[in-house]
């Protein structure tokens, strides 16, 4: 998976993320509310014990603090990752 970040200050975070196939992003806890756009191709996400497929055009909500994953197997996918601070919080969580 190769990812550049695109923009990051205290309120909102970009990054746009290339996976090649088998590409993956470990299953974890984010600490921040966020949404991933798939701008091509398509892959697979799971959030909490949920697994979904994610193509062109589809979205996933990622709510702080539940464990997520994405990752492609025979495919490649382009996507757009918006981190922004969780309800009651007024900044994104940079660590």
Not at 18 to 24: D, K, L, M, V
Not at 51 to 62: C, D, F, M, P
Request: glycine residues 12%.
């Amino acid at each position: 998976m190769e990812g550049r970040v695109l923009f990051f200050d205290e309120k909102l975070g970009l990054a746009l993320l290339r996976f090649g196939e088998n590409g993956h992003i470990h299953p974890h806890a984010g600490a921040n509310d966020t949404v991933v756009s798939c701008l091509d191709g398509h892959g697979l996400t799971r959030v909490g014990d949920d697994v979904a497929e994610l193509h062109s055009g589809q979205i996933v909500y990622w709510p702080q603090g539940v464990e997520h994953a994405l990752w492609t197997e025979d495919s490649t996918m382009t996507t757009l990752m918006c981190e922004r601070p969780p309800a009651g919080s007024d900044e994104i969580y940079a660590g």
